[in-house]
């Protein structure tokens, strides 16, 4: 399992107020929010005798009350209320109680830093201020679980000739990346020929700018005659079972139809649902029973694996 932040939910699945426990990372953690939007994810168990916060513990007075003897956990983890005790224990007094990882919400959506040997982090999340712009909308893909680590997925996108006998796509391209620390980089860009929902020929040019920061995120900016954003997430869940989202950013069209069906098009694409190009939809059958082969057998047609393997391996502790 690599190091990284990753996207545990999204800022939308955690109402102020709520408790709940979701499985990342191979284990399960409790996260809440308590009434002032603060997040919190530690592991589940109280410290004082073991009871999991998350089945009937609740947030009062913004602290998380464990379900057994009422004990109060803030967003940091520490503990600030022992109902029944004259006075809290000093050790409670001068560390966290709860063990935790490092949360940050962005973009909409709640992440945590997780590192095996619980390393703090190495990079901040990267910001997309397109998705708490008022000018543009936001919409989430259903969420893909996939038989397979964040490496494979992430390696698709250098493996272009998959694009052809996978995806479909015509002609086959060069992609170069540029490896920066965390940061991968590629960009695409050439003129194509549309046709709109009036049947009517379009020429545009069309662009694509890949970035992908660690290995939980990547953020694609798409330019055919409309704009589009990609945030995709890629979470592990379990050691062998990974986490897929798109959230897709746009421009709202909505006053301009044939520039809203283009958008459409574009992202059922992206997704697989219809079009020439056939989208993440037909790499889950491939990613869900392919193994990984440490020394594939490689020919010179092939995209530049190894070199983000290189990159790749960075994330590994
Ligand atoms: S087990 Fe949580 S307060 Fe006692
Ligand atoms: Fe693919």
Known sequence: ????????????????????????????WVIFRDDEGNVGMFEPHCPHLGAHLAIGGKIEGGLLRCPFHNWGFDHQ???????????????????????????????????AWYHPNGDRPLWEITSVPEAIDDNWRSRHS???????????????????????????QAASLDINSTYDGQLRTTAIEGPMTLTDANGDKVDCLFSVHFEQIGPGLQVVRME??????MLITITPAEAEMTRLRFTFLHPDYQHDTVRQAMLEDLIEEQIGWCGPYAGVLADLPIWDNKIYLRTPLLCDGDGKIMEFRRWFAQFYA
């Not at 800022?11 to 399960?28: A, D, K, Q």
């Open 1 to 28: 399992m690599p190091y990284g932040w990753f996207c545990v939910l999204l800022s939308e699945e955690l109402e102020n107020g709520t408790v709940t426990s979701v499985r990342r990372f191979g284990r399960e």
């Open 77 to 111: 983890g520490y503990c600030r209320n022992i109902p029944y005790a004259s006075a809290l224990p000093g050790k409670l007094i001068r560390e966290p109680a709860l063990k935790g990882l490092p949360v940050v919400e962005m973009n909409r959506m709640i992440w």
């Open 142 to 168: 259903q969420l893909f679980e996939i038989r397979t680590v964040p490496q494979e997925i992430a390696e698709n996108s250098v493996d272009t000739v998959h694009l052809k006998y996978v995806h479909g």
């Open 224 to 229: 055919r005659h409309v704009k589009l954003i």
